[in-house]
């Protein structure tokens, strides 16, 4: 009988200490290894500068267009545009660039470079003269210069991957 009691006595303690290990086992466990709830992590100050780092060495790419000249009433619109990399990072040419040019939201040009690469502070330009006989378009409004369309590129921001510029003949 003696032996019965002692049994019921280790098994009222044992579920308490069981919960408790575990318990101390989970906080271990989470706090230890940096996870928060929600399934977020936190990064140790030498892991954020790796983060920080490969984000900083991602390409940026910036659009740019201009009136190549005043437009001249009757003839086309002449256009120079230009693609930089304005980032730390290259553009492999790994990724199709597709850019895009339009008249008052009318696409007038279109183009995807399957190898364009387009090294840190680089950048390329071209010359565009939208006919103004085959789009039509009226004596004012607005030109505008989109790049990664598809967004497609892995970039810093895609806040600088549009230009709008007005013209006016």
Do not use: H
């Not at 210069?145 to 967004?151: A, L, Q, Y």
Request: glycine share 8%; hydrophobic share 40%.
């Amino acid at each position: 009988m003696s032996k019965n009691i002692i049994k019921r006595e280790s098994a009222k303690w044992l579920i308490p200490v069981l919960l408790v290990i575990v318990l101390a086992g989970v906080v271990s466990v989470v706090y230890g290894k940096g996870v928060i709830f929600k399934g977020q992590l936190m990064l140790s100050e030498k892991e954020a500068v790796t983060v920080q780092e490969r984000i900083s060495a991602l390409p940026d790419l910036e659009a740019d267009i201009a009136l190549k000249s005043e437009p001249v009433t009757g003839e086309d619109l002449q256009l120079v545009v230009t693609v930089k990399n304005i980032g730390q990072g290259d553009m492999k040419g790994k990724v199709p660039l597709k850019y895009v040019i339009e008249v008052n939201g009318q696409e007038v040009f279109s183009k995807i470079d399957s190898y364009s690469i387009v090294s840190a502070g680089d950048s390329f330009s071209f010359d565009y003269s939208v006919s103004r006989s085959l789009y039509d378009y009226p004596d004012q409004g607005t030109v505008t210069f989109k790049i990664d369309t598809e967004k497609a590129l892995g970039e810093v921001t895609r806040d600088n991957n549009t230009k709008e510029i007005p013209y006016s003949y």
